[in-house]
């Protein structure tokens, strides 16, 4: 039966949550500095606190994200990579392979560079809320901004700090969507890595992990266990592309590839 080997399993895993772990660590710090904005809504020095203090932290966790893509990326990579040389020996890996490594962690740090600009703007829809507030109180004497600041404490408690919709639609908060990401990212290292070493070895056919849950999708259940072509040159078998087209590894799928 095809499955990822326990170590390819548990350090994705290890990594995932590494990467987790540092954006809930974030979420406690940017919700202490809102609240403590929106507990004194009628000091302007507090917004500007929050300004600075939010764009500390948002430095921080996106360097934080940069290494964790490039070490992650590395490790699991190099790691699929070293399983296909266990069943097809060992080979001098050529320039490609590196660039390949490279390439996949740019291509992940975008995505937190995303999810960096959403936390940008909720925060700066927040300081202008409470601006406009201020000013109009200044203006009638109303005194609204209290109110303005409990609803969204209140907006905070039921969504979080982000709150977010994705490319199609999906509602996420900051920790649940870069848990996926996590997940995705770490996956696709490993993919990329035994495709990339495979075709150095000239191996086109690989095979489907067969892992299966209770929660394992239709599309899922159509490719799991198929043995499929990298490249579309062995007659008779669908290409790895005909199975991401057909909707496996889509977002938290367990299913990898490995070597015949």
Known sequence: MAKLTVQQSSLSSAQAKR????????????????????????????????????????QEVLAGSRIWCDEAIEMLFDLAASEVDKSLGSKEATPQFQKAKEILADNAFESFVEVDSVIKRRVEQVIR?????????????????????????????????????DAAGKQWNIVSYVEMLGQLVTREAMIEGTEIRA??????LVQITDEYTSYT?????????????????????PTLDDARAGGIFHPNCIHNIVIL
């Open 19 to 58: 990467l987790v772990q540092m954006y809930e660590g974030a979420e406690k710090d940017l919700l202490k500095e809102y609240n403590s904005a929106l507990l004194a809504a009628n000091n302007p020095q507090k917004l500007a606190d929050l300004q600075r203090n939010t764009n500390l932290i948002r």
């Open 129 to 165: 809320l409470l601006s406009m507030e201020q000013l109009k109180g200044e203006l009638s004497a109303r005194d609204t901004l209290e109110q303005v600041a409990q609803a969204q404490k209140e907006k905070l408690a039921e969504q979080g700090i982000t709150g977010f919709r």
């Open 199 to 204: 075709l150095e070895h000239e191996q086109d």
């Open 217 to 237: 999708c239709k599309n899922c259940l159509d490719w799991k266990g198929q043995i499929v072509s990298l490249t579309g040159k062995t007659p008779g078998y």
